[in-house]
């Protein structure tokens, strides 16, 4: 009688060949409930990162909050002093108006270079469950990047 079953099949083995062909056609589409689905668990799995980060560097806090303050301070003084020379650059001689109007770019552009470092400090002390959507553009402007995408 077996050698029949296996022939013509049973039952039990029909279900067992439409329960594969299920698991395939699942396994071959991606739906959007699973899409959501990964991006929850994603989500989780980064802000439990970033939890876990902060209990095991505790220690590290003063100097962390130390350097953000200093790198900030510094692009804040680079970023003043650059407007305070462009508004005051049309109330000097025609001699020195170029100079100043010089320092000032130059001074701009040194915050500009800045930025991304700033953004990440910013985005880590004040948004750290959303620093997942900073850290890509910050870097690309800490780094020069994305002027070369404009």
């Known amino acids: 009688m077996s050698v029949w ?23 071959l589409f991606y739906t959007d409930e699973e ?6 668990n994603k989500a989780v799995r980064v802000n439990q990162f970033l939890i876990d980060w902060m209990e095991t560097t505790k ?5 962390r909050r130390l350097l953000a303050v200093i790198i900030t301070v510094v692009w804040l003084t680079l970023y003043l002093f650059s407007i305070i020379l462009a ?3 049309p109330w000097v001689s025609q001699e020195v108006y170029p ?8 001074l701009a552009k040194n915050a500009d270079q800045m930025s991304g470092a700033v953004m990440l400090i910013l985005a880590f002390y004040f948004a750290a469950h959303h620093i997942d959507k900073v850290i890509g553009p910050a870097i ?6 994305d002027k070369a995408i404009k």
């Open 59 to 63: 220690g590290q806090n003063i100097a």
């Open 140 to 145: 690309a402007i800490f780094t020069g990047k």
């Open 87 to 89: 508004t005051i650059a």
């Open 5 to 27: 079953s296996k022939i013509f099949g049973t039952e039990n083995h029909v279900t067992q060949g439409l329960n594969i062909i299920e698991r395939a056609g699942d396994a």
């Open 35 to 40: 899409k959501a689905a990964d991006r929850a």
């Open 99 to 106: 100079k100043i109007i010089a320092s000032s770019i130059t």
